[in-house]
C-alpha cells in the first residue's frame, strides 16, 4: 500500500510540473464554459441572441410603421441600422436602392422595408418587405421568428388600420361611419367606457381585444395573425446553393482540423531538434531560415491538400457545390492554410516544450473557432465578444470560404478578406522567424 501512495504522489508531482497538462485539466474547459455561458446568454437578463444588424427602410408616413421602428430599435436581438454614412461621414436615410450593395459588402445581413402601401385598402393585412442574405440558417430562421414576434407583439394598430380599410373601402363611407359607431355603443354598454372614444380608438387601427380574452388593449398575438401579413423577401445572394447549412458549416470544421494538423506539424520542430536533426542540416550550407521557410512552405502545402480533401468529402456526402468556383476556393484554401501554418510556428516558437505548445494550441485552437464563428453564428456571441472575432484567421477564413461558396464572388471580391489573411500571416510568421532566432531551439 505504501508503494501506491508513492506512486501516488510521484504522479502529483509530475503534473504540478507540467504547466500543459494543468491548463488543458482546468483552465481550458473553465475559460470554454464561461464563452459558452456567454454565447447561450446563461443567467442573462436578456436570453438569445444580441445585436444582429438590421437594416430598416421606412417608406411609409403611417404613424404605425413607425412604431414598428421603433419597436425594432427597442429590441435587444436587433442592432437596427437606419442611416447611410457617406464617404465623407456625413449621413442620411438608408434607401431600398442602397439595401443590395451594402448585404453584399456584408454590412449586414438582413433587411426590412417599410412600403408606402404598408396598409392596404384593397386587401386585409400588412405588406412589408425583407431583403436577406441567409448564410447561416439558425442565424436566418431566428432574424425571422424574432421580426415576426416583434410585427405581431408590437403593432396590432397596423392590423386593425387594415382591418378598417378594407371595411370602409366594401361598406362606403356612410354605412361604415354607422357601423363603428354601433360596435362602439355595444362595447361601451356591456364593458363600460366611452362610446366616442371607443369610436376613436377603433378608427385608429386599435382591436379592442387581447387574446388572452381580458378586454380590450393592444398586446398579444394570435396564429391568424400570421395569414394576414404579407412579407415579401428578397434573397440577395446565395439563390442556387443547393446545400446552404453544408455550405456555412464544412468551412468551419474543416479549419479546426487544419489549425490543429498544422500545430501538430510545426510542434514537430521540437522532435527534430532532441534527434539532432538541426545540428546535422546546420553543418551543411543551410541556413536557420532556410528550415523554417521550408516547413512554412510544408504546411501551406499540408493544409491546401487537407482542405481540398475535406470540401470534396462535403461535396460527395452533401452536395456542396465546388465545381464551378473550383479556382476561387482553391485560392482561400491557400491562404487559410497559410495563416494556419504561421499560427503553428507562433505557437512553436513562444513554446518552451512541446507539451507547453500542445496545451497553448488546444486552448488558442478552440477559442479562435469558439468565437470566429467555426461553431455558432458571431451574431449570437456579446457585442464584447463580437468585436474580438474579427482579430481572428477563423473568422477571415471563414469569411473567404462563404464568399467563394455561398454568394460566389468575384476575385476582386475576395480581395480584402485575402489582403487580411496575408497581414496576420506576414506579422504573425515574421514575429515566429524573430522569435526562432533569438531562441534555442537550433542549438
Same mark, same amino acid.
Not at 122 to 147: A, Q, V
Given at each position: %500500500?505504501?508503494?501506491?501512495?508513492? *506512486? ?15 491548463? *488543458? ?9 464561461? =464563452? ?71 454590412? @449586414? ?18 405588406? =412589408? ?78 382591436? =379592442? @381585444? ?48 487544419? *489549425? ?46 487537407? *482542405? ?36 503553428? %510556428? ?21 477559442? %479562435? ?51 487580411? =489573411?496575408?497581414? %496576420? ?19
Amino acid at each position: %500500500m505504501n508503494s501506491i501512495l508513492v *506512486l501516488l504522489r510521484k504522479d502529483f508531482a509530475l503534473l504540478r510540473k507540467d504547466r500543459a497538462s494543468i491548463s *488543458l485539466t482546468f483552465l481550458v474547459p473553465f475559460v470554454l464554459i464561461y =464563452l459558452f455561458g456567454q454565447i447561450y446568454h446563461v443567467n442573462s437578463k436578456d436570453p438569445g441572441p444580441s445585436g444582429i444588424p438590421v437594416a430598416v427602410v421606412n417608406q411609409s408616413d403611417n404613424p404605425g410603421a413607425q412604431k414598428l421602428v421603433e419597436a425594432l430599435q427597442a429590441e435587444t436581438s436587433f442592432k437596427v441600422l437606419t442611416q447611410f454614412v457617406n464617404p465623407d461621414k456625413t449621413t442620411r436615410p438608408l434607401t431600398e436602392e442602397d439595401l443590395r450593395p451594402l448585404m453584399r459588402a456584408d454590412d @449586414f445581413r438582413f433587411a426590412l422595408v417599410i412600403p408606402r402601401d404598408v396598409v392596404r385598402s384593397d386587401s386585409i393585412g400588412l405588406h =412589408l418587405k425583407t431583403y436577406t442574405n441567409p448564410r447561416n440558417e439558425i442565424e436566418s430562421e431566428t432574424f425571422e421568428g424574432l421580426l415576426q414576434k416583434t410585427i405581431f407583439s408590437h403593432v396590432p394598430q397596423l392590423l386593425g388600420q387594415s382591418l378598417q380599410a378594407r371595411a370602409k373601402a366594401f361598406l362606403g363611407d356612410e354605412r361604415f361611419e354607422k357601423f363603428n359607431s354601433e360596435i362602439a355603443s355595444t362595447v361601451a354598454e356591456n364593458y363600460g367606457g366611452d362610446a366616442s372614444a371607443i369610436k376613436a380608438r377603433m378608427e385608429s387601427g386599435d382591436l =379592442l @381585444f387581447r387574446v388572452d380574452g381580458s378586454g380590450t388593449g393592444t398586446e398579444g398575438t394570435t396564429d391568424v395573425l400570421a395569414s394576414i401579413v404579407k412579407i415579401d423577401n428578397v434573397q440577395v445572394a446565395g439563390l442556387g446553393v443547393k446545400s446552404p447549412m453544408a455550405t456555412a458549416l464544412v468551412g468551419g470544421w474543416a479549419m479546426q482540423f487544419l *489549425l490543429f494538423a498544422l500545430t501538430a506539424s510545426a510542434t514537430a520542430l521540437f522532435r527534430e531538434r532532441d534527434q539532432g536533426i538541426f545540428q546535422r542540416v546546420l553543418s551543411a550550407p543551410v541556413s536557420r531560415g532556410d528550415i523554417l521557410w521550408s516547413k512554412f512552405l510544408y504546411g501551406i502545402c499540408l493544409g491546401l491538400l487537407q *482542405l481540398v480533401v475535406l470540401f470534396f468529402a462535403g461535396h460527395i456526402l452533401y452536395g456542396i457545390e465546388i465545381g464551378s468556383q473550383f479556382g476561387f476556393l482553391v485560392l482561400v484554401c491557400v491562404f487559410a492554410a497559410a495563416a494556419c501554418t504561421s499560427f503553428g %510556428m507562433l505557437i512553436a516558437a513562444i513554446s518552451p516544450t512541446p507539451e507547453a505548445a500542445r496545451g497553448l494550441s488546444t486552448f488558442a485552437i478552440l477559442f %479562435m473557432c469558439a468565437i470566429g464563428g467555426a461553431w455558432f453564428p458571431v451574431s449570437f456571441m456579446p457585442e464584447f465578444i463580437q468585436r474580438f472575432s474579427r482579430l481572428t484567421l477563423v473568422y477571415w477564413a471563414m469569411e473567404g470560404f462563404s464568399q467563394v461558396l455561398w454568394s460566389h464572388d468575384t476575385l476582386v471580391e475576395l480581395l480584402p478578406t485575402l489582403g487580411y =489573411l496575408t497581414l %496576420m500571416t506576414s506579422a504573425v510568421m515574421g514575429f515566429s522567424v524573430w522569435r526562432f532566432n533569438k531562441g534555442r531551439i537550433f542549438d
